[in-house]
């Protein structure tokens, strides 16, 4: 395993020392191409503002590689956006968190203080955007609402677990996917990064802000009760919706009080929210190459009608499924004669 180091600032002067360690091309202070021993494809710098700036990764490593990042006196988070392939490893404080498979697909946030690293799986791509963030521009949102509710969801500001570990929102997994088909080579791909970065931090302010809203009006014990139900519908996309009245028992709520509690928290309601995390699934077997039909994909997410995934497929993607769909390559059978063949 190669194992190289750097640190991070928002200018781009620490790209220098990761491609020298890496063995690779910087282009412009921005691109770094990986180099061929490691594999193949690219990571993209850019600075958006004096206190924001993002790296986006996107490559396939044939050798197994950890880069270690140092703290350093850079007052930065790190928010750490993975729709990889493949689970990736981070690691902080001596814990490896799993992060960025196509099912489990994960944000973290962590304090330049503090040291990490990151395992990419090999043989597959990684696809991870990175927003290295000066804690001033966060620290007045965070003091205007009360340290309780980062606790609450797993966000840890104080610097004894400064990281925060938890599932991506629809709509950033949306923006992310967005980058896949742009090269980063294109002219028009620096003001598209940057548009699509501050979307990003917005979104995590945005849902932060909206949970707070919520908190007050509800139990903690509830909105512990109600997202239970939300991580059980991601873990069985694979299976059809479990019903309301299964899922407020499960809460220990009535179904019309679950069910309003469900939609303010998540801004959705517990089926529609089903629904969108499983035609996102869809879009991921759909360009996975691994089936060789439409209807074998219906029958693994647990659907009867190929009409009623086409519709559902439609209202989030506005395309239909037929042109995500990447049939699996035939494999070419080789005839093994007998001996007696050759008499």
């Given at each position: 395993?190669?194992?190289?180091?750097?640190?991070?600032?928002?200018?781009?002067?620490?790209?220098?020392?990761?491609?020298?360690?890496?063995?690779?091309?910087?282009?412009?202070?921005?691109?770094?191409?990986?180099?061929?021993?490691?594999?193949?494809?690219?990571?993209?710098?850019?600075?958006?503002?004096?206190?924001?700036?993002a790296?986006?990764?996107?490559?396939?490593?044939?050798?197994p590689?950890?880069?270690?990042?140092?703290?350093?006196?850079?007052?930065?988070?790190?928010?750490?956006?993975?729709l990889?392939?493949?689970?990736?490893?981070i690691?902080?404080?001596?814990?490896?968190?799993?992060?960025?498979?196509?099912?489990?697909?994960?944000l973290?946030?962590?304090?330049?203080?503090?040291?990490?690293?990151?395992?990419?799986?090999?043989?597959?791509?990684?696809?991870a955007?990175?927003?290295?963030?000066?804690?001033?521009?966060?620290?007045?949102?965070?003091?205007?609402?009360?340290?309780?509710?980062f606790?609450?969801?797993?966000?840890?500001i104080?610097?004894?677990?400064?990281?925060?570990?938890?599932?991506?929102?629809?709509?950033?997994?949306?923006?992310?996917?967005?980058?896949k088909?742009?090269?980063?080579?294109?002219?028009?791909?620096d003001?598209?990064?940057?548009?699509?970065?501050l979307?990003?931090?917005?979104?995590?302010?945005?849902?932060?802000?909206?949970?707070?809203?919520?908190?007050?009006?509800?139990?903690?014990?509830?909105?512990?009760?109600?997202?239970?139900?939300?991580?059980?519908?991601?873990?069985?996309l694979?299976?059809?919706?479990?019903s309301?009245p299964?899922?407020?028992?499960?809460?220990?709520?009535?179904?019309?009080?679950?069910?309003?509690?469900?939609?303010k928290?998540?801004?959705?309601?517990?089926?529609?929210?089903?629904?969108?995390?499983?035609?996102?699934?869809?879009?991921?077997?759909?360009?996975?190459?691994?089936?060789?039909?439409?209807?074998?994909?219906?029958?693994?997410?647990?659907y009867?009608?190929l009409?009623?995934?086409c519709?559902?497929?439609?209202?989030?993607?506005?395309?239909?499924?037929?042109?995500?769909?990447?049939?699996?390559?035939?494999?070419?059978?080789?005839?093994v004669?007998?001996p007696?063949?050759?008499?």
């Amino acid at each position: 395993m190669k194992k190289i180091t750097h640190f991070y600032s928002l200018t781009p002067e620490w790209q220098y020392k990761l491609a020298e360690e890496m063995g690779g091309e910087l282009i412009d202070d921005k691109i770094i191409v990986i180099p061929e021993t490691l594999g193949h494809g690219q990571s993209y710098f850019t600075q958006i503002t004096p206190g924001i700036s993002a790296l986006f990764m996107d490559f396939v490593l044939t050798t197994p590689l950890k880069i270690n990042r140092l703290k350093s006196e850079n007052e930065l988070y790190i928010f750490h956006f993975d729709l990889s392939d493949h689970t990736n490893l981070i690691k902080i404080q001596d814990i490896d968190y799993e992060i960025g498979s196509a099912i489990n697909v994960g944000l973290a946030i962590i304090s330049n203080d503090i040291e990490s690293s990151f395992k990419p799986a090999v043989g597959h791509r990684t696809l991870a955007l990175r927003l290295l963030v000066d804690k001033n521009l966060l620290n007045e949102f965070v003091e205007s609402h009360p340290s309780e509710e980062f606790t609450n969801r797993r966000i840890k500001i104080k610097k004894t677990v400064p990281y925060y570990y938890d599932n991506m929102d629809s709509n950033s997994i949306l923006l992310i996917q967005s980058l896949k088909s742009r090269s980063v080579y294109d002219s028009s791909f620096d003001p598209y990064l940057k548009g699509i970065s501050l979307k990003l931090l917005g979104n995590f302010l945005n849902r932060y802000t909206d949970s707070e809203a919520v908190k007050n009006e509800t139990t903690e014990i509830e909105i512990e009760a109600i997202t239970k139900t939300k991580n059980y519908l991601l873990d069985h996309l694979y299976n059809p919706f479990p019903s309301v009245p299964f899922l407020s028992k499960m809460a220990g709520m009535s179904p019309s009080k679950y069910k309003m509690l469900f939609k303010k928290e998540f801004h959705n309601t517990p089926n529609n929210l089903f629904i969108k995390e499983k035609m996102l699934l869809a879009n991921r077997l759909l360009q996975s190459g691994d089936y060789n039909t439409l209807t074998e994909i219906i029958y693994e997410l647990n659907y009867t009608k190929l009409s009623y995934f086409c519709t559902k497929y439609y209202d989030l993607f506005h395309r239909k499924p037929s042109e995500d769909f990447i049939k699996k390559k035939k494999q070419k059978n080789f005839a093994v004669l007998r001996p007696d063949t050759y008499l």
